[in-house]
C-alpha cells in the first residue's frame, strides 16, 4: 500500500527462495526504485555474493589442507544462490582434478532439520567425505527463529564423527562478519 501511494523512495527486496517472477515483478509495478539482493530480477538493480567464488575458495582450501574426498551441503534445488555455489563447488572440484561422487552432493534445504538430514546421508554412507561444504548457515523462519543450516550439521558431526580426525566443515555466508563480536 505504501509502495502504491508513492510513500516509499525505494525498496530493497531479499525475495524468499519460493517466490516466483510474477510476485516479484508485482514491486516493480510502482514507481520505486527496486534493488534485489541474491538474485536478479528483470527491471531491477541486482546485487549479488560471488556465489561461485566463494564455494571456489572453500574447495581450494580444502585441497591446501589434504582433502579429496569433499561433500557439499546445498539449498533448495532452484534458489538462484544455491545454483550459482552448486556450480562454483562443482567447477572447482574439476578444476583441482577431483572427481565429485554423486552421493556427496545433497540439495534438500535451508531449515536446520534438512540440514541435519544432509549430513546424516553424508555420514551414512560408506565411504564418506573427510569434508563438507555447507551452501549457507541457513534463513530464519518462524519455525525455526536464528538456527541455520550449520549448527544442526555440527551437532550430527559430533554423533557421527568423519572417519578422518581432521575433518572440516565449510560454511558459505552471506553476513559479514560483525567487526565488535570478539
Known sequence: RLLGEGRVDGVILQARD?????????????????????????????????????????????????????????????????VRRLAGFTQSMADVGIEIEPAFVTALGYQPSQGAQAFDLLMDLPERPTAVVVANVGQ???AAPAETVTLPAL?????KPSPTPHSQVITISETPPNPHDA
Open 18 to 82: 519460493e517466490a516466483d517472477q510474477d510476485e516479484l515483478a508485482s514491486a516493480l509495478r510502482y514507481d520505486a526504485p527496486v534493488v534485489a539482493i541474491h538474485r536478479e530480477i528483470d527491471g531491477a538493480a541486482s546485487l549479488l555474493m560471488p556465489d561461485a567464488d566463494a564455494a571456489r575458495v572453500a574447495v581450494e582450501h580444502l585441497v591446501a589442507l589434504g582433502h579429496r574426498s569433499i561433500g557439499f551441503i546445498g539449498g533448495l534445488p532452484d534458489s538462484p544462490t544455491a
Open 140 to 142: 530464519e523462519s518462524r
Open 155 to 159: 551437532e550430527q558431526r559430533e554423533e
